[in-house]
């Protein structure tokens, strides 16, 4: 493990493709003792595991989420975008998906 609570000995891609299209690695990623979880910053987190820059295990222990939380904001991505992370919109987003049927494949 590194100083970041990363470990360096997996082998996997050294930079992905963040949520704003832009160049994304493991230095970039917020700080693991990042309280204020804006949108992008979940978002950021969300790019790194599915590209490989991060485990689902390695973001829950940096970030000590759960891994419930994290699918949360995984599937939110999903359905809404980037904009679905909004803390203030989280409340009409899930009123939508309990009247929307599920898109095929969910």
């Known amino acids: 493990m590194n100083n ?15 949520p ?17 979880w804006v949108s992008r910053r979940k978002a950021e987190v969300v790019a790194a595991v599915r590209q490989g820059l991060l485990t689902l295990g390695d973001a829950c222990k940096r970030y000590n989420l759960t891994e419930e939380e ?28 309990r009247f929307e049927p599920a898109a095929a494949g969910d």
């Open 20 to 36: 704003t299209g832009s160049s994304l690695t493991l230095a970039d990623l917020p700080p693991s003792n990042t309280r204020r």
């Open 70 to 97: 994290f699918l949360s904001w995984s599937r939110l991505v999903d359905r809404h975008g980037m904009r679905g992370l909004r803390t203030t919109r989280l409340q009409d987003y899930r009123k939508r998906d």
């Open 4 to 18: 970041r609570g990363i470990d360096s000995s997996a082998t996997g891609p050294t930079a992905v493709v963040g």
